[in-house]
C-alpha cells in the first residue's frame, strides 16, 4: 500500500510505477486509455493522435463584388498532418487521412452598409458544406465564422469562400488569430 500525499493509503492506478499487480491481473493503465480510445487494446491507431491544422493569411485580400473568391492562406499556426502547402494551392486544406472532421473557418469584412456577405466551406472545388450570409445594414466591419463536421475521404480537400455584392470590391480583413483564418481537426473514434 502506498502511502499518499497527507498520510494514509492512497489508490494505486494499474500501469503506474507504483502498481504492485501481476499481468494477469488485467490491462494496464496505458492499455486501458488506449482501449477507451481506439477500442483494442494495445492499438495505436490514428484515432489516438491528432491531426489537425490551421491556417491564416498575413495581408488583406480583395474580394470582387458578385464573384465566390476561395482564400488564400501564406502562413500556419500548425498543421500535424501535411494538409496544407504555402507554396501550392494554398486556399486548401487536403485530407491526408480519412475520416469525421470539423471545418472551420473566420474572416472579416471591411466597412460597407450596401449588399450581403457570405462565408462558404466547399468540398472539392464545388459542394457547399456550410455557409453564412447576411445582409449589410450599417457601415461598420462585418465579423463571420462559419464550421461544418463532415466525413472526408484520403484527397477530398476544403476551402473558405468569400462572396460580397456591396456593388465593389470589398477586402477580407488580416486581423490577427481571427482574419482570415481555415482549420480543420479529425474528431477521434
Not at 494495445?42 to 491544422?53: I, P
Request: glycine share 10%; no cysteine; hydrophobic share 35%.
Amino acid at each position: 500500500m502506498t502511502l499518499g500525499r497527507f498520510g494514509g493509503s492512497a489508490p494505486v492506478i494499474p500501469g503506474t510505477s507504483a502498481y504492485t499487480g501481476s499481468p494477469e491481473s488485467g490491462p494496464s493503465g496505458l492499455e486501458q486509455a488506449k482501449e477507451h480510445r481506439t477500442g483494442n487494446p494495445g492499438d495505436l491507431t490514428v484515432g489516438y493522435r491528432d491531426v489537425s491544422v490551421r491556417v491564416f493569411n498575413s495581408a488583406a485580400i480583395s474580394i470582387a463584388n458578385n464573384t465566390d473568391t476561395a482564400l488564400t492562406f501564406d502562413s500556419e499556426r500548425w498543421d500535424t498532418d501535411a494538409m496544407h502547402s504555402t507554396s501550392a494551392n494554398t486556399g486548401r486544406l487536403t485530407v491526408v487521412t480519412a475520416g469525421k472532421y470539423l471545418v472551420f473557418g473566420t474572416l472579416q469584412y471591411a466597412n460597407s452598409a450596401l449588399g450581403d456577405r457570405a462565408v462558404i466551406i466547399r468540398l472539392n472545388g464545388a459542394t457547399v458544406i456550410a455557409r453564412q450570409r447576411t445582409p449589410a445594414t450599417i457601415t461598420k466591419n462585418h465579423d463571420f465564422m462559419v464550421a461544418a463536421h463532415y466525413d472526408l475521404a484520403v484527397g477530398d480537400y476544403v476551402e473558405l469562400m468569400a462572396s460580397q455584392d456591396s456593388g465593389g470590391a470589398l477586402d477580407v480583413a488580416a486581423e490577427g488569430n481571427n482574419s482570415p483564418e481555415f482549420g480543420m481537426i479529425r474528431m477521434p473514434t
